[in-house]
């Protein structure tokens, strides 16, 4: 039997992902710039952490295991914060035990040159860059640390689509975590209420790791988001809200 294409996935990144048949088998293939998504889900996968299964992979895509489950809002919905706090702190524990300080100044100054070019935005790239924390640990981490990269299949979490980045620490990982749980960038499209359950995993979460709750961190994530928005589309105009009100 042929492979068969069931549906194409949504995604961010500007690849392409799709649910495929094979016989009675199910897998992701994901095509595109995916290099650095295998090289992080090999290095998490090698450290003993749980993220779908690589079948097949090249320079331009890569096959892997379906995983059926619950997405997060689906999670949040119908069951407790508890076990979703828990799995994040204990991840993150995990994450910031190898950490080694590193000065993260010249990634800053690399990535973000194009500021300055954008006229949407209260700040200019080095009056931004002095309100960062410099010195920060280097860690294991995800990457794409968001809500949308979680996947609930009844008795574990699931972490989808890590990649390697510069911004290699858990703590631009949290960072990228309140983008979902401050700014509920993963309800933008849904007409869903979670504002106590959000509220509550902040606080479990935060309290535990109070030095990462950083609404400078917080800018820099949805900085890399609104790079691959476009102009007059609502994603845009999202994140320059949010943009706006944390800034002081």
């Not at 080095?126 to 990269?149: A, C, I, W």
């Not at 504002?195 to 961190?217: C, G």
Request: hydrophobic share 35%; aromatic share 12%; proline share 2%.
């Amino acid at each position: 039997m042929e492979k068969k294409i069931i549906k194409e996935l949504i995604g961010h990144s500007g690849c392409e992902i799709k649910l495929i048949k094979d016989n009675d088998n199910f897998f992701v293939r994901k095509d595109g710039h995916i290099t650095r998504n295998v090289e992080r889900m090999m290095c998490l996968f090698e450290q003993g952490y749980r993220v779908p299964t690589i079948y097949d992979s090249s320079n331009s895509y890569i096959e892997m295991e379906y995983i059926q489950g619950f997405d997060i809002v689906e999670y949040l919905q119908t069951r407790s914060v508890n076990k979703l706090a828990h799995f994040i702190n204990n991840t993150m524990t995990a994450f910031s035990g190898n950490g080694v300080m590193k000065d993260y100044s010249d990634v800053y100054d690399k990535k973000l040159d194009w500021v300055n070019e954008v006229k949407d935005l209260p700040f200019k790239k080095n009056e931004f860059v002095d309100r960062l924390p410099k010195m920060l640990p280097q860690s294991t981490y995800h990457g794409d640390f968001t809500l949308e990269n979680l996947i609930y299949d009844g008795d574990e979490f699931i972490m989808i689509d890590p990649v390697t980045i510069e911004y290699d620490s858990y703590v631009f990982d949290l960072a990228k975590l309140r983008q979902d749980l401050e700014c509920k960038w993963f309800l933008r499209n849904k007409n869903v209420k979670l504002d106590v359950k959000l509220q509550n995993l902040q606080e479990m979460i935060f309290d535990r790791h109070y030095l990462t709750n950083n609404d400078y961190l917080l800018i820099l994530m949805l900085l890399r988001v609104y790079l691959h928005t476009e102009e007059h589309d609502s994603n845009r105009k999202f994140i320059l809200k949010e943009i706006h009100r944390l800034w002081k």
